[in-house]
């Protein structure tokens, strides 16, 4: 995804239709429900492994909240100023805001 949205080109174009189809499945969408729950399972059980203090409930709130990040840096007009910096970069910036979403917020208090 990162590569994606540094280069653009095919891999983002799928990147967007998949956000889009996300935001509003199209009839017959349903038929893949199968498939994106074992995707959600298998997903939740690697996030659960890194984040065993948080319970089920919240680990998918914020899995949904991160992948709606995603998805609006996907269909955003970001994507241009993302597109002129190297990977590597994007990557630099990227995976905190996505990893802040996981690690949530600790009180100091």
């Known amino acids: 995804m990162m590569r ?3 280069v653009g080109g ?3 174009a799928v990147m967007r239709m998949v956000a889009r189809v996300g935001i509003e499945p199209p009839q017959g969408w349903e038929r893949l429900t ?3 729950e074992q995707i959600r ?3 939740a059980r690697a996030l659960a492994a890194q984040l065993p203090d ?3 409930e919240e680990l998918a709130f914020r899995a ?3 992948a709606g990040m995603l998805n609006w840096l996907v269909l955003s007009p970001i994507d241009a100023e993302l597109a002129a910096k190297p990977a590597a970069e994007v990557e630099r910036l990227l995976v905190p805001v ?3 979403a996981f690690h949530g917020y600790r009180n100091p208090a």
């Open 64 to 66: 949904w909240c991160a």
């Open 10 to 12: 095919r891999e983002l």
């Open 41 to 43: 399972r298998d997903a």
């Open 4 to 6: 994606a949205l540094a």
């Open 34 to 36: 199968g498939k994106f």
């Open 98 to 100: 996505v990893a802040g």
């Open 54 to 56: 948080v319970g089920e």
